[in-house]
């Protein structure tokens, strides 16, 4: 179980840091930090990260045989302590430093439901459209630490799933 974690504490943290670094660089560009194009280009930073961190796992502790379910445990606990890591960091950042940028993000929200009222009604419905409207209000730092917390595990586990698949080794058999 140590080798997990020293695997996990090593790329988790640099990850999550990294995530964090890009966060901060995209809100200082003058970007939407919370939902815009280079702030959904944190994926290859994270997938990149689960990756090496599978990688480094398996040269470092496995020499013969490294198996799918060891990649995946591996890239699990990678992609929890950075979601953990870049997500907390995250909220403390748009709660405490800059708190102006999540009322920033709402008003955008607002704008695009606006904008795009005719089309989302036809998508959808008047209730679904005006419930939609009604819930952007209740848009929090916390609830978008949470939304980012739960979508990098979701990406964690494809990107594990995928490195593991990959970086699987199987031990030769004599025939």
């Not at 090593?10 to 670094?21: D, E, P, R, S, T």
């Amino acid at each position: 179980m140590n080798k997990y974690l020293n695997t996990t504490l090593l790329y988790g943290i640099f990850g999550g840091l990294a995530c964090f670094v890009w966060f901060i660089s995209v809100y200082y560009s003058g970007a939407n930090a919370f939902y815009s194009f280079p702030q959904k280009l944190v994926i290859l930073v994270q997938g990149t990260v689960v990756y090496l961190g599978i990688r480094y796992h398996r040269s470092k502790y496995s020499t013969e045989e490294f198996s799918f379910a060891e990649g995946i445990f591996t890239g699990l606990c990678i992609s929890l302590a950075l979601s953990i890591i870049s997500s907390l960091f995250m909220y403390i950042f748009s709660q405490y430093i800059h708190p102006e940028m999540v009322a920033a993000h709402v008003e955008e929200l607002k704008k695009y439901l606006l904008l795009n009222k005719e089309e989302l009604i036809k998508q959808s419905s008047v209730e679904v459209y005006e419930g939609n409207f009604k819930n952007v209000n209740g848009v929090t730092a916390y609830t978008l630490m949470l939304d980012e917390l739960i979508w990098k595990m979701i990406r964690g586990l494809m990107f594990s799933i995928l490195a593991s698949l990959t970086l699987r080794r199987q031990k030769e058999s004599a025939v």
